[in-house]
Nanobody, 122 residues
Framework: QRPHVESGGGSVQAGGSLRLSCGDA????????MGWFRQAPGKGPEGIAS???????RYAVSVKDRFTISRDVAKNMVFLQMNNLKPEDSGMYYC????????????????GGQGTQVTVSS
């Protein structure tokens, strides 16, 4: 499997929105649980969203009702729509996958591509 390619990060003010994209994995992402995790400087990875093979979505409490994960099967891409961004959302965002249903439910992701940086200013 090739590493995922994440894109769409940037710098926004608090309250703004960004849409992250994940693609070019070299396999059909619709067959797997896909997810996003982020990592801020000096902190460990934080799983924030997942979409399983049945398209059931799960979110961390910190992002619930603000972020939405989705997939486009035809384009073989996964997205993360982020609204009402807060300074504490700043960090490097990664797309990931797992074949483990339990890890999918627990948002236990820790391997991604090169990541895309999100910076939210107050």
């Amino acid at each position: 499997q090739r590493p995922h390619v994440e894109s769409g990060g940037g710098s926004v003010q608090a309250g703004g929105s960004l849409r992250l994209s994940c693609g070019d994995a070299g396999y059909s992402m619709s067959s797997y649980c896909m997810g996003w995790f982020r990592q801020a400087p000096g902190k460990g990875p934080e799983g924030i969203a997942s979409i399983d093979r049945d398209d059931v979505t799960r979110y961390a409490v910190s992002v619930k009702d603000r972020f939405t994960i989705s997939r486009d099967v035809a384009k073989n891409m996964v997205f993360l729509q982020m609204n009402n961004l807060k300074p504490e959302d700043s960090g490097m965002y990664y797309c990931s996958t797992t074949m483990d249903d339990d890890r999918c439910r627990r948002l236990a992701f820790n391997r991604g591509g090169q990541g895309t940086q999100v910076t939210v200013s107050s």
